[in-house]
């Protein structure tokens, strides 16, 4: 039982742990290296995929702590200096796993009961987090292989610890335990998972976000009075100021005038939920040939915003150059809402949605 | 849920597999695969040291993101407070049950009751009240205090649903004796 949950873990884990570096990877990519801009739905996926495997981890977790909690008490609790390493190498496991999932459960739903900066404790203990449970399938892997898959009986002299025959008892039996975790991860999947699969989402009973409340029927993580841009956002003397080699600026009246493009596009948030919406805009790239931008240059795109991590945001070449990369001045056909990034918001395939910059007034070359 | 019935066997206690599994093979083979199997769990093992080591580095040197002292607070609390709380109290609750419920139906409240913690567990800020943003309301939009009686009601629904079939076998088995009321 313990080593068909471990093993179920360890997916789930690994899944969560992978997914997660792809998200930390996308915001902060290592020198010289851009994601690709296609395809469109790469980035709700994995970070759908990341959500899930961390809400589906719970009952797994509970299993397992449960089925092995006896062992916490077992008696000598020492027995020679590797089972001690063991021992010891357990903690950081559990205390690691327990908080990544608590943390990513509050951090979905923006409740903030703890000091430290998300995005970065998470990503940092995901790496302890991933060590300890590495450590822990090479103690562990003996077991496990003399216990589960074909032929184990030829591996069971490997260990003492062989899964005994089930003792008679009134209670859940371990198939009927093992059902029960699995119906707990189907129950947290089909109540959450429409958050980011298109079209469902209807069945979200148990999700921080439906995908179609909000403004102008979209959600919204930040607000526009949460940036602090509600006066100068509605100021009639904006313009988008394009900086390249052939600088020029676009007033309100030219920008709105020159938004001819209407692409259908998701915002992908790294909270794991996802929307699709129709933007109508002006094409970035079209943008950046006038300016005389080389196809091969990243630009900053900078928000109307004073502070903050996300007040700019690099767009590099292949979503730079995507024809579906937008400066976007409408939202289903109406004026983009003051808390949707009005006057203007950058929208582009495959990208995280802290990244889709919002008050845009400045495209700058790199 | 079925429940167990006498064919169900547990991992590893399968006599059903060939007892001349070992024989069948070159005997120098097996000891060529542990010693495989020995090195590649040092170098997992090491591997797995250098990781998290890494975790380690890179927490304390983003203290000003991190609070390390305050990260480390919350890490020992949650594995106290699931070794010193939580799971004695689920086992607390686990014996209660099973002196209240009788046997046929005793596995499905576990079941059900397993299911049920699960659910609000994974979902607890949201019906707990402990969040609520009043200034966007698309964070968290929904009543979900109830729909998590929504879910939970699901939950119990089928769990009654399987009682009542055992319930049936049970009066069945009684009127054939010899027969095991599953």
Redesign the interface.
Known sequence: ?A??LGIWLGITFGTAFVTGLVSHFMQHPPGGFSWPSRPVWFYRFAQGLHVTSG?VS??LL??K??TV?PR?WEWPPVRGVAHAAERISI??L???S??QL??G??NI???Y?????FT??H?????????????????K??IV????GQ????R?H?TDR?????PAG????????G???G???G??TV??AGQFVPGLGDT???????PD???QG????R?A??AGVVVIARDRGYQLDVVGPRPFSLSLDELYAQSLVTVRLPITCVEGWAADATWTGVRLADLLDRAGVPAHAAVRVESLERRGGYRTSVVHPPHARDPKTLVATRLGGAVLAL?HGYPARLIAPNRPGVLQTKWVHRVVMV | MTGSRPTDRPQGADTSDPPDLVDRHDPARPRAVARVVTAVRAVVAAAGLAVAGYGIAGLVTHPRATHPAHTLRWLLGGLLGHDVIVAPAAAVLGVLLSRIVAHPYRAVIQAASFVSASVALASFPLWSGRVGHPANPSVDPLPYGRNLLVVLGAIWSVAAAVMLRRAVRARRSTDRPGRSPR
């Open positions: 039982m080593s068909l809400l719970v009952p509970l299993a702590l449960w909690y916490l903690i950081p559990i205390a690691g327990i908080f608590a943390t459960i509050a739903a923006q409740w009961p703890f000091r430290f900066f970065v404790t990503y940092w203990v995901a790496w302890i987090t991933i060590g300890a449970l590495l450590v822990h399938i090479a103690a892997i003996t292989r003399a216990n589960v032929g184990r009986a030829a069971a490997l062989i899964s005994q025959p089930e009134d209670g859940l039996s371990r198939r009927g335990f059902l029960a975790v119906a707990a991860a129950v947290v109540t959450t979200v009973l148990l999700a921080p976000r439906t409340v909000g403004p979209l959600p919204v993580n607000t009075l949460a808390d």
